[in-house]
């Protein structure tokens, strides 16, 4: 830090010339050489065109000399890094500009705070927001904090500006042409302003044309042409170097309160930009959303679908025994090569032969069912077929629970004296002791009744010794309103010993496809290698769904990538208007400190943020139409249960995550842009 009476700026055979593409360069500023010291109040001078906010521009460290040294605080220029020069414009140099150069979005308040975001460190004990109302009070702008500047007069603005340019207690305070747009009354006010910081300790340095202005300064700068004509001391005010109070504020890391300010800030600014074009070009920015919405909204949807369609899927073979496999005569190819009819294996005879050959693998279990009898209780009756029961192993297996009463014993599972016993479906015991109407329920006494079957191979009566639960399916078989008894019940009855068609179960480790392929080997030796045999495994099913679920989820993403693209290049878009639009804003926030890395990221936010919104909305649409298809599906499938919506953890992430995404990937090419701005061209747009 500098003391007072030290160099602050010192220039040496500086000069500035304009390039630009279209024009012949203009040499502004000729071979300059200048000091000025600190603690000065320097006027310059000159007239319209003679090169004053050039320099003006050089001394803020905005732009760099074309040829020449320029020093600041003894440290040359053209050693300073980018960063460098901002956080020295942040910390050390406040501006006023005769436009003010507020951000017309922000209230005052913010206003003033600005350079406090880009502040790479700021005195410990100070609260932004304090530090920034203090600064209101002592100017006069109490009760327009939280206004808007359009809403100010010339005066206000100028004194908000200059509160922002005290913000970051600044020791050189820069103005050019400050009370160019104020009327005299206002514009002695500025003056007087100025003249008290100045006593204060800060150097101030006044572009202006006007000579009254000058006057109020020490030191009287002319500069006609690119050249500085006279240099002279204005005697009236000027201030001997020792009467200066030194001023030498500390550089300490930020404080909590501040960091937590900063980061209120950064927040507002991410979504206020949307809010804004929002407001001002409704249908531009709602259409451009409208692609991103459309993109999330279909992401999530699938991803919501095929989720639950798959697990609905999954837990559906895992009820009907993904492990078995179904192994038959297969009538369709037999008829095409002519092959003869098969009647069937023997199941007492040649199929425990069968079973004994692949034993190590897995054991065979024939399905015996008789054709649709009809089964008669005391209280109702039915028309359905009797399911044959091998073992009570199959029955632990597979999905048949007791509900009520007992499993059969194992004893009455035996082929010597098969039981005439009875389980009853959860359907048929309704509609056998509990029919309509009969104000009956099965609870009443249904172990221990009799029922009576007729119409079909069995004939019999049989006693019910239990009531299954409902057997959870997807596709109604009647299977919940079926009779299950001992298949060796159903053989002694007189149903045919000759099954063409065996469930095979392998054992543990073994694959059900490969199981069914060994079983078909070893029967087609066994039944002469004269009849065609098939399989059906769940397991394949389970395969060929997940592969089918797979292409979708597949076809989602391209979809879904799509609708993203084309709704990020509507993003990409629109923050390219935007940028184009706050160019100089971007100059204000490059004057006041803000790095290319702050700019950057304030554009990558906004643009973060407006995906977030469209992919918000997005999100919304997504949850609706998800819970429009359940309840649909509910009502058209009425026997599938958990068909209640639930909101998919990984869908709201991943469509989080698309939403984010594409504010990054379409928003950085736009921040890079305006990150890459020249603040002084910036400045200048209109
Ligand atoms: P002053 O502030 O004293 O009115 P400036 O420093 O703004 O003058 O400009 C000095 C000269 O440089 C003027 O003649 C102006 O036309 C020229 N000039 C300013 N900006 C540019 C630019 N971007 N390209 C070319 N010439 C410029
Ligand atoms: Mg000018």
Not at 228 to 252: A, G, M, R, W, Y
Not at 463 to 486: A, C, Q
Not at 502 to 518: C, D, L, M
Not at 602 to 625: D, K, P, R, Y
Request: aromatic share 6%.
């Amino acid at each position: 830090m500098t003391r007072s009476g030290e160099s602050l700026f010192q220039l040496e055979q500086v000069t500035y010339t304009y390039t630009a593409l279209n024009t012949p360069a203009y040499v502004a500023l000729k071979k300059l050489n200048l000091e000025i010291r600190r603690g000065e109040f320097v006027a310059i001078i000159g007239p319209s065109g003679s090169g004053k906010s050039t320099l003006m521009h050089l001394l803020g460290l905005m732009a760099e000399p074309s040829d020449g040294v320029l020093k600041i605080h003894g440290t040359d220029f053209a050693k300073l890094s980018a960063n460098e020069k901002s956080a020295l414009r942040n910390k050390h140099i406040g501006f006023l500009f005769q436009q003010f150069f507020l951000l017309p979005q922000l209230s005052v308040i913010e206003n003033i705070m600005l350079p406090a975001e880009y502040a790479v460190s700021m005195q410990q004990h100070e609260n932004l927001y304090e530090k920034a109302i203090s600064l209101v009070k002592r100017y006069g702008l109490t009760g327009q904090e939280h206004k808007k500047p359009t809403g100010l007069s010339g005066g206000q603005k100028q004194r908000v500006a200059l509160c922002r340019a005290l913000m970051m207690e600044p020791d050189v305070l820069l103005c050019d042409e400050p009370t160019g747009a104020l009327d005299s009354a206002t514009a002695q006010e500025v003056l007087q302003t100025l003249a008290e910081l100045n006593a204060a300790g800060r150097t101030v340095i006044v572009i202006t044309h006007d000579p009254e202005v000058a006057e109020r300064a020490g030191r009287i700068i002319k500069i006609v042409d690119g050249n500085i004509v006279s240099d002279s001391v204005n005697k009236k005010t000027s201030l001997h170097p020792d009467e200066l109070t030194s001023f030498t504020p500390e550089d300490v890391r930020p404080g909590a309160a501040f960091l937590s300010e900063r980061v209120k800030l950064a927040i507002k600014q991410m979504f206020v930009p949307t809010w804004q074009s929002l407001k001002t070009q409704k249908l531009r920015t709602a259409l451009t959303m409208t692609g991103l919405l459309l993109g999330v909204a279909s992401v999530f949807i699938m991803l919501t679908l095929t989720g639950r369609v798959g697990k609905i899927f999954e837990d559906f073979f895992a009820t009907q025994g993904s492990r078995e496999a179904f192994v038959n005569f297969d009538h369709r190819l037999a008829e095409k090569t002519g092959a003869p009819r098969w009647r069937g294996l023997n199941a007492k005879t040649e199929l425990p032969k069968l079973s004994q050959r692949v034993e190590r693998y897995g054991r065979i279990e024939p399905s015996v069912s008789t054709g649709s009898c009809a089964i008669v209780s005391s209280t109702g009756n039915i028309k359905n077929s009797l399911v044959g029961l091998n073992s009570l192993q199959q029955l632990r297996a597979g999905s048949m629970r007791i509900a009520k009463g007992r499993m059969p014993m194992p004893h009455e599972f035996d082929g010597k004296q098969p039981a005439r016993v009875a389980l009853l479906g959860s359907d048929a015991a309704v509609k056998l002791f509990a029919p309509r109407g009969s104000g009956k329920n099965t609870s009443d006494s249904v172990i221990g009744q009799h029922i009576v079957v007729r119409g079909c191979e069995f004939e019999g009566i049989l006693t019910v010794i239990g009531v299954l639960e409902p057997i959870d399916t997807l596709f109604d078989r009647g299977v919940n309103s079926s009779v299950y008894i001992p298949t060796q019940t159903l053989f002694a009855g007189g149903v045919s010993l000759y099954k063409p068609f065996f469930t095979v179960v392998p054992n543990e480790g073994v694959s059900p496809t490969w199981f069914a392929k060994h079983v078909i080997g070893h029967l087609t030796v066994m039944t002469g290698n004269q009849f065609p045999f098939r399989f059906f495994a769940a397991e394949q099913e389970l395969e060929k769904f997940n592969l089918m679920m797979g292409i979708l989820t597949g076809l989602t993403l391209v979809i879904g990538a799509l609708c993203t693209l084309i709704g990020g290049i509507g993003v990409m878009n629109i923050m390219l208007v935007s940028v184009h639009e706050r160019v100089q804003e971007i100059g204000i926030r490059k004057a006041v400190g803000a790095r290319d890395s702050h700019i950057r990221s304030q554009f990558l936010f906004e643009s973060v943020g407006l995906c977030l919104i469209s992919g918000g909305l997005g999100l919304l649409l997504g949850i609706a139409v998800s819970s429009l298809a359940f309840a649909l599906a509910r009502l058209f499938l009425p026997k599938v249960e958990n068909l209640s919506y639930q909101l998919d953890p990984m869908a709201l992430l991943i469509s989080i995550a698309v939403s984010v995404g594409a504010g990054i990937a379409f928003g950085t090419w736009p921040a890079r842009r305006a990150a890459a701005m020249d603040v002084v061209d910036a400045l200048k747009q209109e």
